[in-house]
Every structure is written in structure tokens, then in C-alpha cells.
């Protein structure tokens, strides 16, 4: 196989890291939603809101970080309609999960034409914090250890997640949400104030999940660029089980068939892109196939909660 | 069963209620839940609220917990008046409640059933409240396993953890709400056991239940709800002058009433110048009937019943009712056993065919199982024979045959309804029952199953369902009637057979002193 290169390795890894970061950050924001029991399927429309507020705060400031910034706070914009919706008022979370993704995906569509359509403006390429020692070692140095700081955040989010869940008297509020929040809340925790918190930090996670996508990823913004990693977002967190470890090595699986995607084509192998661009999408169905029987979600999951409603 | 902590008798009105519900009423949209209830609750008793389903006990204890507000009225906490607004605020008064469903994490330890209501920003000891949690166990003589998930535990267990996180959250006041509704009697004895230690230690115990059985052993003072009133009470020196035989046949006079009676008896009368059913081969006959159910497994039914007998079946709801008749109507897989219909076998008939045969079954589920509201009255009334001939062919609907079908229904059953294609849900709750009679009373029935048939009518409908009833008697058929209500049971029953965790429990006649035969086999007493 002249294909597997040291180079080949290294691009298809730091692919991998690069299309795998957005859907970590989705996939840890939807966890979180559906440990208190909310099934965001608004993500997608947070991630694009983030990608949007991300690249133009990072265009005008001429700040990464501000960018960051700005692309969590347009996910948790999105995300705060949401928690009035679906949280205090108990609307229907599948209803109004779908009109969030699709007014988000109208509203930054149509704002990328009237700002963005005539110049297409670039960001310059994001400088990059090498671990030292580490980033030397040969494929993984410079796929995993040389990469913009944003990447260890998120790498570092997991376990600061699984500490959360495990070890803190929020994470037991969390899982109680979701579980049995009747019982929360005769313990005196407000259940719907817990799950309107989370919401709005999903809305962060995923925010600066698009914002990654379009300040290190492309480095411009474009309409629908989000492309669907919302929605894996959503199956890698019902597939982890409440586990941020398994949330991680499932961005790192779909984040490599889409690096590999990319890589296949540069290569030049010789099968129709179509069937190459298919592959992420094939290995979701895949592992919902294998595992999904598997996948036990809280029971309030998508249930409004009322008090003394039985 | 004396108490150091218990006041002596004579100085009962001095010792002071540790929480007192003054003329309490709870109003939701339609029903009155809680009718102007007053209760004192003394510190050192067992105080059992007595009470079928739909007496207000729940409500009463959503109030005291915090969940639910009074529509009127207050409830005072140690002589001061005060809204008991939220959970948080019961618990901080010490009113700790143990409701019937587990109010435990199923997938949570123990230990993190009790950090429920931690500080979010602060990482819980679990080390020191399992110990802590251990010991508390202990001072009231049971044993927990902190570190256990509370899904892995047997209800039981799951109840006792309940009580000890209560006790460890400071409660002096402890709702124990249905709580051995779902327990082995074993455990249930238990627990009584425990509530006579709690109170030993000063505590006040509420226990919600309707066994008479376990309110007379445990109680020490007993409280009776019926129809959101409060129709009875037994002090302490009651219940011991009375001694439990006595007490027990109190409760039950003042939990069924003997008002009905009256009207029970003149109809009775009437209706026993039906000859009464000899007997002849039964039309309905069941055998040996098992059927599986996660809660209430029904098993060794046995009945025979006759044409033209009614046959009524009492107890206290959720004691395999429901399971038994879906059981019977085919809506619900037959374990084990034989259903004759005629001569002929059913068990295994699906629900169509057995209505062919002529097995009808009138719900009490009017609105969900029983009718589609949206659906116009004419399509409700053959809501069990859609796609049939003469009212359609070839799969198209013949809308002059269902509307003729549902002018004659609507006349001769007197359903109130403005149109016939009035949407059902629009009716009122009298009206849909009589829609579901029409439906099933027409045409081939040969046996006719009546799930509650008048729970939640008025005085008019429910005088119109027993006449149907009876009428469906007369004129031939089996009928077999599912009843919590004793007085509508002993009105038109011939026999009455009770039924009590799943089992028929005793047969009896209905002749004078059934009444009080059937309060003894529901209650446990006679069994």
C-alpha cells in the first residue's frame, strides 16, 4: 500500500482531530441536555448560529478567542429560545428543536447574503500551541500536539465532564432531572431550573463547536455549514450512555471516516465521491444498528416536567 | 401496644398537634378533591387516613407536602398558620413524605439519593453519609446497603431508604402515602413495625392506605375520607375500648356508608321479583384463569355464571379488576385457564372474533380505550365494527346506513348529544357511557363484562346504567359487573364474588348480611 504514507497518516489524523472537535463539542452539549431529560434536537441550529456569531466576531475583532467567544454565545442565544420554549413552558422539544435548527439556518443564510455573499472574507490561518516534547513524536506529534489550544479544551472538557457526572452534587442533580424529576424536585431542587442551565450550556458547547468549524476549520462562513454535525451530535450522545468518555471516542470514530473521506478523494482512489462522502453517514447507521438496541435513556427524556402531573 | 411518648388519654386535648389542617378544600377543574377537611396530627401517634380511591387522600397529602395548594382554608404547622408553598419548604418545616410511587433515582446509589438536594457547586461526602446513613438505619432497626442502586433494591428495601433519607433530612412529621399498596405482606408487616418504633421516638406518622386490616393493627388514631369529606374519626380510646373486631366493623360502616341503603334495598326488592337464576349450564364459565401482570398477576379464577345472572365483583381497585376483564374482553393474553362462551372455548379467540361471539365489554376507560373523541357519535357507535357490512362495502363507508344506525341508537339509548355527528369527546361523561351501552349492548350479546359502570356519573346516569344492567340481565344474558362500590354491587347482584391481590378471595350470596361478608374478605379479616 503505497497509500499509507507517514504524510497520509498524519493529514488523515489531524483530519480526524480537526472534523472530530465539532462533534465532541456537540456530542458532550446534547449529553448534557439529555441527562436533565431535554432531547435537544436544536443543536444543529445552535452549531450554525455559533459558526455564524463565531467567524464574524473573529472577522471584525480580528480575535480567535473573541471568535470562541462569540461562537458560544450565539449557540447559547439560540439555546436561551429554547429553554423558555421547551423548559419553562413545556412545549414540545421536537417541535421546537426542528424550528429552531431551521430559523437558524434561514437567519445566518440570509445574513451571510447580505454581508458575506459579494466578498467571501477569509481568516488567516490559526496559529497553533505546540505541547513540547510530545509534539515531536513522529504522525501523532504534529496530528495531536501541535494544534490550536481550542483542541486541548475541548479534549479537556471530557474529563472535566466525567468529574462533574461522578464526583459533584450537580451531577447527581443532573442525572435525577432526567431520571426521576418528581424526585428532584420534592428534594427541593428546582428541576426546571437545573434543565434550563444545562440547555444554555449546551447551547455554549455546540456554539463553540461551530465556531471551531468556522474559525479553524474552513476559516470562512458559509450557509448550511454545519452540514448535518449537529444531528451526529445528537446519536453520539444517546450512543454514550451518559458517558463523556464514549462521547469522545465517538467524535474520534465519525471524525475519521470524514477525514478519511477527504483524504480517499485528495489520494485520488479510484471510487466515486458520492459513495466516498456517503461513509460518515453508512458508519452512523452502522453503529446505531450494532449498539442502538443498547442505547437506555432517561426516562423523562423529551417529557415537559409539571409538578404534580403524574 | 403502650407508649411511653403516647399522651395518657385523659390529657389528649392538652398535647399539642404538630401540624393541624383547618377546613382545607382542594378544587380542580369539574371535582371537589378535598372538601373542607380539618385534622389534627399529635406527635407520638400513627394517624391513618382511611379511604377508597377518589376519597381525596392523595390530594390531601400533595397539600401537606407541598406540591399542591389549598383552594381554601390553611394548614397551621406546630399552632402557626403558614402556606406550605414547596417541597423545599415542607421539608425545612419537617414534613417528610413518602409517596406511593419511589421518589428515589432509580439509577442512582442510595447515597446519592440522599445528596439529592446538595449545594450544586459542592462535591458530596459519600463516605460519611453512608455512615451516616447506616447509623440512622440502625436507630430505627432496619438495615440499608448505601452504596447499592436504588433500581436493584426490592420495593421494600427501596421504602425503607425512603424513611431513613427522611429521617436524615430532619423530619418529625412523616407522610407515609399507600405505602404498603405495593409491598409483600411480609414487608408490610415491616413496616407497620416500623412506624410503631418511629412513633415510639416522638415522631408523627401519617399512613395513607385503605386495608383496614393494617389501619386497626398499626393506627392510633384513625381518620376515615369519603368523597373528598371527611365522614369519621377513632381517637385512641376508641380504638382500644372498641377492641379490633369492633373498630373494624366501624371503619367499614362509615368508609361504605350506609346511606345507599335505603335506596339499595326498595330497588333490591324489585329487582328480586326477577326469578332468581337456578342453576341452569352456565352461558359464561371460566376455568382455572391465570393472566400475567407486572403489579397484579391474576390467578384461580373461577365463576360460573348463569344466563340471566348478574354476578358483581368487588374489592379495592387494582386488585387484578383491570387485569381480569381485559383478560376476558381479549385485549389481554390468557396465561393459563379456559373461557367457555356457550359451550366453546374463547381464551384464544382474538377480541373481534369473541365479540362475533357475542363476549361484550363495556370499559371504564370511557374516554381512552372506550371512544375516539374526535370521531363523530355516528362512527363511536360502530367503533367496533368498522368495515363491516351493511355499514361498509367493499371498504367504503355507507354513511345513510351509519347515520341511520346512529339516529336509532341515539333515540333508544337517550344519549344527549346535539348531532349525531357531534365529535364524542364533546359529551359528557353520562352520555359517552350511554353511547358505550348502545354499542354494546346491541345486536348478538350473550355476555356483557361492565367495568365500574357508573364511576364518575350523576345521580340520573348512574340510575340509567343499572337499569341497563339489569335489563341486560332479563333479557337473557350473563352479565358480570366490576365494582369499588359495595352499594352498587349488593343493588344489583345475585352473586358477589371479592377480589383481593389477584385472587377471588370468597363467593357470597347477596342476601342480607352480604354487606358485611364482603367487608370482611376485602379488608382480610375473614381470610
Known amino acids: 500500500m503505497t497509500l499509507l504514507t507517514a504524510a497520509f497518516l498524519t493529514a488523515l489524523l489531524a483530519g480526524a482531530i480537526t472534523a472530530g472537535i465539532p462533534l465532541l463539542l456537540a456530542g458532550l452539549g446534547e449529553q448534557l441536555s439529555e441527562k436533565t431529560g431535554v432531547l435537544n434536537i436544536g443543536i444543529e441550529g445552535m452549531m450554525l448560529a455559533g459558526a455564524y456569531l463565531g467567524f464574524l466576531v473573529a472577522w471584525k475583532t480580528d480575535s480567535v478567542f473573541l471568535g470562541f467567544v462569540g461562537g458560544a454565545g450565539g449557540g447559547m442565544l439560540v439555546a436561551a429560545i429554547m429553554a423558555l420554549l421547551c423548559v419553562r413552558f413545556g412545549l414540545n422539544q421536537i417541535v421546537i428543536g426542528i424550528a429552531l435548527t431551521l430559523g437558524a439556518e434561514g437567519a445566518t443564510a440570509m445574513l451571510h447574503y447580505f454581508q458575506f455573499a459579494q466578498t467571501y472574507p477569509r481568516l488567516g490561518a490559526i496559529s497553533s500551541l505546540p505541547i513540547p516534547l510530545l509534539a515531536d513524536i513522529p504522525v501523532l506529534g504534529p496530528a495531536l500536539f501541535n494544534r490550536p489550544p481550542i483542541v486541548y479544551i475541548a479534549l479537556l472538557l471530557v474529563a472535566v465532564f466525567a468529574y462533574v457526572y461522578r464526583k459533584t452534587y450537580w451531577g447527581i442533580a443532573l442525572q435525577a432531572a432526567g431520571d426521576k424529576p418528581a424526585a428532584l424536585d420534592s428534594s427541593g431542587v428546582s428541576v426546571l431550573g437545573i434543565r434550563s442551565v444545562a440547555v444554555l450550556l449546551t447551547g455554549a458547547l455546540v456554539g463553540l463547536g461551530g465556531g471551531f468549524m468556522a474559525i479553524v476549520g474552513a476559516g470562512i462562513f458559509v450557509p448550511f455549514m454545519t452540514n448535518g454535525n449537529g444531528f451526529i451530535g445528537i446519536v453520539l450522545a444517546m450512543l454514550a450512555r451518559g458517558r463523556p468518555l464514549w462521547v469522545l471516542g465517538g467524535a474520534a470514530l465519525f471524525g475519521a471516516c470524514l477525514s478519511l473521506t477527504t483524504a480517499l478523494q485528495v489520494a485520488g482512489v479510484d471510487i466515486p465521491t458520492d459513495v466516498i462522502q456517503m461513509l460518515p453517514f453508512a458508519a452512523v447507521m452502522g453503529v446505531l444498528v450494532m449498539l442502538g438496541r443498547k442505547a437506555n435513556l432517561p426516562s423523562a427524556l423529551g417529557a415537559a416536567y409539571v409538578r404534580g402531573a403524574r | ?527
Not at chain 2, 105 to 124: A, Q
Open chain 2, 1 to 527: 401496644m403502650t407508649l411511653s411518648s403516647q399522651p395518657a388519654d385523659d390529657a389528649e386535648p392538652l398535647a399539642k398537634p404538630i401540624v393541624s389542617l383547618k377546613s382545607v378544600t382542594k378544587r380542580f377543574p369539574g371535582i371537589v378533591a378535598n372538601d373542607s377537611i380539618s385534622i389534627d396530627f399529635f406527635p407520638g401517634e400513627v394517624h391513618v387516613l382511611l379511604g377508597e380511591n377518589g376519597a381525596g387522600k392523595s390530594t390531601l397529602v400533595s397539600m401537606l407536602s407541598g406540591l399542591q395548594q389549598p383552594s381554601e382554608g390553611s394548614i397551621a404547622v406546630d399552632g402557626t398558620e403558614m402556606p406550605i408553598a414547596s417541597p423545599q419548604k415542607a421539608l425545612s418545616l419537617g414534613i417528610g413524605t413518602v409517596f406511593q410511587h419511589s421518589m428515589l433515582v432509580p439509577s442512582l446509589t442510595l447515597i446519592d439519593n440522599v445528596n439529592l438536594g446538595g449545594s450544586w457547586w459542592k462535591t458530596p461526602d459519600r463516605e460519611a453519609i453512608a455512615k451516616r446513613m447506616e447509623e440512622t438505619a440502625l436507630s430505627i432497626g432496619v438495615e440499608v446497603n448505601p452504596a447499592a442502586i436504588t433500581s436493584s433494591l426490592s420495593l421494600g428495601e427501596q421504602q425503607q431508604a425512603e424513611i431513613v433519607r427522611a429521617l436524615m433530612r430532619g423530619s418529625r412529621f412523616l407522610i407515609l402515602d399507600e405505602a404498603t399498596a405495593m409491598l409483600t405482606p411480609k414487608d408490610a408487616e415491616k413496616l407497620g413495625q416500623l412506624m410503631r418504633r418511629l412513633v415510639a421516638q416522638g415522631l408523627a406518622v401519617i399512613f395513607i392506605t385503605h386495608k383496614l386490616n393494617e389501619a386497626v393493627a398499626y393506627g392510633d388514631r384513625i381518620s376515615v375520607l369519603r368523597l373528598g369529606r371527611k365522614v369519621g374519626a377513632l381517637g385512641p380510646d376508641e380504638l382500644k375500648s372498641l377492641g379490633p373486631e369492633a373498630a373494624t366493623k366501624e371503619i367499614i360502616r362509615l368508609m361504605f356508608g350506609s346511606n345507599g341503603n335505603q335506596a339499595a334495598e326498595t330497588t333490591r326488592a324489585a329487582g328480586s321479583a326477577r326469578p332468581l337464576v337456578t342453576a341452569t349450564d352456565p352461558l359464561l364459565e371460566i376455568l382455572a384463569l391465570e393472566v400475567d401482570d407486572d403489579s397484579v398477576p391474576v390467578t384461580g379464577i373461577e365463576l360460573k355464571i348463569g344466563a340471566g345472572e348478574i354476578v358483581g365483583i368487588a374489592g379495592i381497585d387494582g386488585n387484578g379488576q383491570k387485569q381480569l376483564s381485559e383478560a376476558l374482553a381479549g385485549q389481554r393474553p390468557v396465561k393459563n385457564g379456559r373461557i367457555y362462551l356457550d359451550g366453546q372455548p374463547i381464551e384464544d379467540l382474538p377480541i373481534g372474533a369473541r365479540r362475533h361471539r357475542g363476549l361484550r365489554y363495556v370499559t371504564d376507560d370511557r374516554l381512552g380505550e372506550g371512544t375516539v373523541g374526535a370521531f363523530p357519535v355516528s362512527i363511536n357507535l360502530l367503533l367496533k365494527q368498522i368495515g363491516e357490512a351493511p355499514f361498509w362495502r367493499s371498504g367504503i363507508e355507507q354513511g345513510g346506513a351509519i347515520a341511520e344506525n346512529a339516529r336509532k341508537q341515539v333515540k333508544d339509548y337517550d344519549i344527549r348529544t346535539p348531532d349525531i355527528e357531534t365529535p364524542a369527546g364533546k359529551l359528557s361523561g353520562g352520555n359517552i357511557q350511554k353511547l358505550l351501552l348502545a354499542r354494546e349492548l346491541t345486536g348478538s350479546a350473550r355476555a356483557v363484562i361492565f367495568a365500574k359502570p357508573t364511576y364518575g356519573l350523576d345521580l340520573n346516569n348512574i340510575a340509567a346504567s343499572r337499569r341497563r344492567i339489569r335489563e341486560a340481565a332479563d333479557g337473557g344474558k350473563a352479565v358480570i359487573v366490576l365494582s369499588t362500590e359495595l352499594d352498587e354491587l349488593i343493588e344489583l347482584s345475585d352473586r358477589i364474588a371479592v377480589m383481593s391481590q389477584g385472587r377471588i378471595v370468597g363467593i357470597v350470596e347477596n342476601d342480607g348480611d352480604a354487606r358485611q361478608k364482603i367487608g370482611e374478605f376485602m379488608s382480610g379479616v375473614a381470610a
